[in-house]
């Protein structure tokens, strides 16, 4: 797991209450540090039956806090544990939040390490429940989880399943990889981008051909859910337009599924109409079938002839709306090229009235399509250019996401 500058540094405490999905912890715990946050694990007695404040320690490699009367860390006097964990916190998580635990933090109870902590806390809180059926739907949680809200906390889940029990419905905590999202939503809510409206485009198209048969891309939509959730990070609200891809929706942004380009014009132009920026990351079909076959083309003859039709620029209807309504303020294009790199991506600046293109080499066997990592060229309007080195999507993203920041802040 990749560093992740949102949560490098972060102090994040992570609550861990009794109840059999603390299994799931482990590995939350894990990730959070993986990806450079400094995790402090605080136990209830009942958690510590399910998963051992050792198994955190190794995790997280700093002590993992089960007692208001003991601690390990002896930079902290025992008596204010709680506070100093309390105050230092960027973030409280608690996952698996069980029912009574949430009963405690909305009537304000001190009467454990965890909960005393929680009400000394100013951070932002993030619940992630997860209980028996009948335990979530029951009134009294529910009016607790009203409360808890209404307050300002944030809920990740719970989802719907089987539960341990082997009953089916709603009480089963989120996958730990769901709750790292909703960690990354709510640290960033207040970020350079809060209150901007950014929107992605990600992915292939594909136009058919026949009912069962299309044309399409090797595009994975890594590049452009990278964007996303780099934006997502920084606090924007985003629409993510994408083509077909089997990636799963990351946590806190719209996602808009297209199949054509047609398809993909109209929600982008769409979603456009009120966003400072949009990131034009798709792989768009340059063609078309110029008929589409109602039923399932035969193998006939040797040769198979298809006429093809010039698909519509979307950066040209983006653009063509721009110079009436201001939207987007600023619009970032994407160059895959195969040869000439720099010189193609430089006109299609000017061409496509861009504010920003990603050049990228796509004849190089760890960039472009369908891999884990990219190397790009970032070209401006005012002629500067900035070479990047070979790094993951998400490291391309964040440094695209550093330069909308900066464009935005000129206006
Ligand atoms: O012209 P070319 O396809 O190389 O331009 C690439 C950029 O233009 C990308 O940002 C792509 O998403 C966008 N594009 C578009 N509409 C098309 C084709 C490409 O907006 N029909």
Known sequence: METIPLLKEKRIVLGITGGIAAYKACTLASHLTQAGAR?????TE???????PLTFEALTGRPAYTSMWRTSDEALPTHIAHVGLAHAADLLVIAPATANTMAKLAQGLADNLLSTLALAAQCPLLLAPAMDVGMWAHPATQANVAVLRERGAALAGPAQGRMASG??????LVEPDEILGHVRRVLGRDGPLAGRRVVVSAGPTEEPIDPVRFLSNPSSGRQGFALSQAAVDRGATVTLVTGPTHLETPVGFERVDVRTVEEMKEAVVEASETADALLMAAAVGDY???EVAAQKVKKRAEDLTLRLTRTPDILAAVAERRSKTDHPRFVVGFAAETEDLLENARKKLEAKSLDLVVANDVTAADAGFGTETNRVVLLSRDGESMELPLMSK????ERILDRVVGLLKET
């Open 167 to 172: 009953l089916e419905g709603e009480g089963r």
């Open 288 to 290: 078309a079938p110029t």
């Open 46 to 52: 009942a958690a510590t039956r399910f998963v051992t």
């Open 39 to 43: 995790v402090d694990v605080v136990m």
């Open 394 to 397: 998400s490291g391309v993203a």
